[in-house]
Every structure is written in structure tokens, then in C-alpha cells.
């Protein structure tokens, strides 16, 4: 029989398995990413709309220089959670990608095959010496013409498809809202006031819920990404407190 494994025995590397079936730097990366500010995104009536929180911690930064919604290609839209640095290596590989299958095909690329391409990325990465695993989870998602689609990829390579998902800080507590309140065929206002609910339960106890923070895109039915601008969020945020 195995001893019980201790991770100082068996996180040197990504590619080396605990006795109990375990990598523990991919667990590590999973770690990085569940504390990173929360990402969410749904599916509604005419496409998929997405919403995340910055973390502003001085007035001195620019806002908008704060990257958490990457658009990919005119129809995709992706939101991460743990390093941005992770997640703009990533995205660039994306959206060569989409650029190719363009150039290529003379069409836009399927958002299944790209996450695909995306989750093999991230797997190779757990599975060859001298790499780590990638410390951020993506939700990527849009409308092609199979549909309205939404994915989450994890660090090890996994994906999953959902209706609604979240990714970051307190993720648990989103699905839980996503699991009672969501409904197929969302109206727009619907759908933002309930990721915008979903976003306040990624914050801080003492951590103020700001519109200057969030950021939201939507991808319609046209296969186009359009932002939700500040005046439209705060009218969403007084509309759901009457």
C-alpha cells in the first residue's frame, strides 16, 4: 500500500503523479485561478452576454487598462479568471487561430473547434517537462451558426458547455444563483441583471460593488460583440433595486 503522498514529494513537476492519482501543479493552478476576480457569462433570448469585475486597488490606475473580456473574433468573446498574463498568451493564440480558419476556409471559425484548440493548448502544458500548467480558467462563448454556445476550459485541458457559467473568486456561490434563477430565453435586461447579482457574490465582505469595475459584452444573434456601456449598467443596477 501507498503512503499517504505529501505534496513537497510530488509537486517538482507537472507531469509527475502522486500516489493518490494527483498533479499537484495543476491543482496549484486551479488554486490561482479561483482567486482571481469572478467572470461570468449566460446565455439569453438573442445571444450570449458576458460581465466581469476589475480589481482596482489604486486611483492612480486606468480602468480600462485592466483586461478581463478579450473578444476573439467578431462572434467570440472570451472572460478569464487568475493570470492575465496566461490569459493574453492564450487569447493571442486564439485569435490566430479564428484568423487562419478565415484565411483559410473563408469562414469564421466554429467556437467548439476553437476551444478545442485552446483546451489542447492547456493540456500540453500539463503534460511535458520544464512547463507549467497555464493559471487561468477561460469562459469563451458567442453565437455561430450551430447556435448560441458557451464553454469553460480549466488549467489541466478540461472543458465543459453550459448555459450559464461563472470563474473566479467564490464561483461556487454564482452557480448556485445560476442554478435557481436562470431560465431558457432570458430577455437582455434579465440576463444582465442577473449576472450582475452573480458578480456581488464574487466580492470581498468590505468590497464595494462599483459600475466603474465591471466590464460587459454581448454577442447577438448577428455575430457581432458589442460593449454595455457605464449608463446602461447603472440603469440595469437602479432598475433592479426598485
Known amino acids: ?22 498533479l499537484y501543479q495543476v491543482e496549484y493552478a486551479s488554486k490561482i485561478v479561483s482567486q482571481g476576480t469572478m467572470g461570468v457569462a449566460c446565455k439569453y433570448n438573442h445571444g450570449v452576454i458576458f460581465g466581469a469585475f476589475k480589481k482596482i486597488n489604486s486611483k492612480l490606475l486606468l480602468p480600462d487598462s485592466v483586461e478581463k473580456i478579450f473578444p476573439i473574433d467578431d462572434h467570440i468573446v472570451a472572460v478569464s479568471a487568475g493570470l492575465v498574463g496566461d490569459a493574453r498568451r492564450i487569447i493571442g493564440n486564439a485569435r490566430q487561430k479564428a484568423q487562419e480558419n478565415r484565411m483559410y476556409y473563408e469562414e469564421s471559425i466554429q467556437i467548439e473547434t476553437l476551444v478545442k484548440e485552446v483546451s489542447n493548448v492547456k493540456q500540453v502544458f500539463t503534460q511535458y517537462g520544464g512547463m507549467r500548467p497555464f493559471g487561468v480558467s477561460l469562459i469563451i462563448g458567442g453565437v455561430d451558426n450551430t447556435g448560441k454556445r458557451l464553454f469553460e476550459t480549466e488549467p489541466s485541458g478540461a472543458l465543459a458547455e453550459y448555459h450559464a457559467i461563472a470563474v473566479g473568486k467564490n464561483r461556487n456561490k454564482a452557480m448556485e444563483l445560476f442554478e435557481k434563477d436562470w431560465k431558457e430565453n432570458l430577455s437582455k435586461e434579465a440576463a444582465v441583471k442577473l449576472l450582475l447579482k452573480a458578480l456581488e457574490h464574487g466580492l470581498d465582505e468590505k468590497e464595494k460593488f462599483d459600475v466603474n469595475k465591471l466590464q460587459f459584452t454581448i454577442v447577438d444573434e448577428a455575430r457581432e460583440f458589442k460593449q454595455v456601456t457605464q449608463e446602461e449598467l447603472k440603469g440595469y443596477m437602479n432598475n433592479s433595486k426598485q
Open 1 to 22: 500500500m501507498y503512503p499517504v503522498s505529501q505534496p513537497a514529494n510530488y509537486d517538482r513537476a507537472a507531469t509527475m503523479f502522486s500516489p493518490d492519482g494527483r
